[in-house]
């Protein structure tokens, strides 16, 4: 069983970028499909972006194609969103999650396992 601490969120102006972590502890990430989720104030959990566990395909959710990129460090076991400019409408609560059922999904219920998120705030 793999645990998931998400870190670098934060408040940021628009245009601004971050680049969240997602920390693995327990098992290997490069045994697991990643994904990024996040959810606004009175808002369902969307799919934003996953990455295979081969590293070799990645799909974005089309709001954020071009300003946002997964990344992998298997030697420090983590998962990095990098966000660039940055948008009001990307506030929300961001949560990495882990899959070992289907390759870069984005349904939620495909993940396995879940970190406790990272407040994103951009300000206008």
């Known amino acids: 069983q793999v645990q998931l601490v998400e870190s670098g969120g934060g408040l940021v102006q628009a245009g601004g970028s971050l680049r969240l972590s997602c920390a693995a502890s327990?098992?290997?990430?490069?045994?697991?499909?990643m994904g990024w989720f996040r959810q606004a104030p009175g808002k369902e959990r969307k799919f934003v972006g996953a990455?295979?566990?081969?590293?070799?395909?990645?799909y974005y959710e089309d709001s954020v194609k071009g300003r946002f990129a997964i990344s992998r460090d298997n030697a420090k076991n983590t998962v990095y969103l990098q966000m660039n400019s940055l948008k009001p409408e990307d506030t929300a609560v961001y949560y990495c999650?882990?899959?070992?059922?289907?390759?870069?999904?984005?349904?939620?219920?495909?993940?396995?396992?879940w970190g406790q998120g990272t407040q994103v705030t951009v300000s206008s």
């Open positions: 999650a882990a899959s070992t059922v289907v390759a870069a999904s984005s349904s939620l219920r495909d993940y396995n396992y």
């Open positions: 327990g098992r290997t990430l490069s045994t697991y499909d």
């Open positions: 990455n295979s566990r081969s590293g070799l395909r990645t």
